[in-house]
């Protein structure tokens, strides 16, 4: 079982829609949970942490399930701008774990 | 302020060749990370610098990879011999010692391709 699992995607949704995404992690000793984006050829940028009593930026709503060892990205009201790789990351220690990431393509 | 600088930004040698890669991490950043990113994959952890200790190089995928750091600054990466697999996109991270959740902020990488 991979550390860090996400859905690889693509979701395909319309300007406007609300999206979420989810990932699982198998370290139940992990301790920061985090959300980067990742555009085409780009490096990745951190999008938002993730903390134990969920957490929302604008459009954006993480939370995390430490007994099901999962975290989720809601994303409401999406922009075409918002088309991107993300990338769940998972930090038991000082070395983060990277998810393969979900791809995100809102469509005009 | 500045944010992690990488040179080169993209590399093109052949096979055997050695090749070094250059990261500049964030003025006071005393962690610094290696990724490695193929194409269309995710990002595999290389190694681990902390200040003045010993890095934890776990995730280095052969001998002929090597990584040096001087102090908290620059560090460089090493790859002898290079190989058409060892062709993608290497990131370099810093994160500061203040941030107890240790955010890491990525440079723009190195494009490698291995002829």
């Known amino acids: 079982r991979k550390e860090v699992e996400q859905d690889p995607g693509p979701f395909n949704v319309p300007e406007g829609a609300t999206v979420a995404f989810n990932c699982t992690y198998s370290?139940?000793?992990?301790?920061?949970f985090f959300w980067y984006r990742q555009d085409c050829r780009k490096e990745p940028k951190l999008l938002m942490s993730?903390?134990?009593s969920g957490n929302e930026d604008g459009r954006f709503t993480a939370q995390l399930n430490r007994a099901s060892q999962y975290i989720s990205l809601l994303i409401r009201d999406s922009k075409l701008s918002d088309s991107a790789t993300y990338l769940c990351?998972?930090?038991?220690?000082?070395?983060?774990?990277f998810g393969t990431g979900t791809r995100l393509k809102v469509l005009a | 302020g500045a944010g992690v600088s990488q040179s080169p930004s993209n590399k093109v040698t052949e096979k055997g060749k050695d090749v070094e890669l250059r990261c500049d991490p964030i003025?006071?950043?005393?962690?610094l990370y290696w990724y490695r990113q193929r194409l269309g994959q995710g990002l595999e952890f290389l190694i681990y610098?902390?200040?003045?200790?010993?890095?934890?190089k776990s995730g280095l995928p052969s001998d002929r990879f090597s990584a040096e750091r001087t102090g908290e600054s620059v560090s460089t990466l090493t790859i002898q011999r290079t190989q058409q697999e060892d062709s993608a996109v290497y990131l370099c991270?810093?994160?500061?010692?203040?941030?107890?959740?240790?955010?890491?902020?990525f440079g723009p990488g190195t494009r490698l391709l291995v002829l």
């Open positions: 991270a810093s994160s500061s010692p203040a941030d107890r959740r240790e955010t890491q902020y």
């Open positions: 370290n139940s000793a992990s301790q920061s």
């Open positions: 993730v903390y134990s």
């Open positions: 990351v998972v930090n038991p220690a000082y070395k983060y774990i």
């Open positions: 003025s006071g950043h005393t962690a």
């Open positions: 610098f902390q200040g003045n200790s010993a890095p934890d």
